[in-house]
């Protein structure tokens, strides 16, 4: 499957890819450099993460967005994916998901997968790859 790639319009192949090999090379550099610093300096800001690693504050909110991060700078406010609402972590406020247990929809794992809740952090990662995988 043949795209452009999001970042320099390059074509490449890739069934998922948003970006080519060499910026999704970038990408994952920056990404590790962000993820290094905020390891080290737990009450950084995002605009200290900007300068201090050189990277864009866009991408620097595009992997706190995408959830990549999973320590974040200390400001960063997370909002309700649906109501917009402040959140202090994850993507959908508690009313809203409640609003949509009420309407069937499931955020949660399937009710046969109730053997361990163990299994249960693997198995949302593994979710999470999967409904990229018809992008
Ligand atoms: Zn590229
Ligand atoms: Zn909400």
Do not use: W, Y
């Amino acid at each position: 499957m043949l795209r452009n790639c999001a970042d320099c319009g390059q074509i490449f192949a890739h069934p998922v890819n948003k970006l080519c090999p060499s910026c999704t090379k970038k990408q994952n550099e920056m990404f590790e450099k962000v993820k290094e610093f905020i390891r080290m300096h737990p009450n950084a800001t995002i605009q200290e993460v900007v300068v201090e690693t050189g990277v864009e504050f866009d991408k620097v909110r595009e992997f706190i967005d995408e959830g990549r991060l999973k320590i974040v700078p200390i400001d960063v406010v997370f909002r309700c994916q649906i109501c917009g609402a402040k959140l202090s972590s994850g993507r959908i406020c508690s009313q809203c998901q409640a609003d949509l247990l009420l309407k069937g929809e499931r955020l949660e794992e399937p009710a046969e997968d109730n053997n361990s809740k163990r299994g249960k952090v693997h198995s949302l990662e593994r979710r999470s790859r999967e409904s990229r995988r018809h992008d």
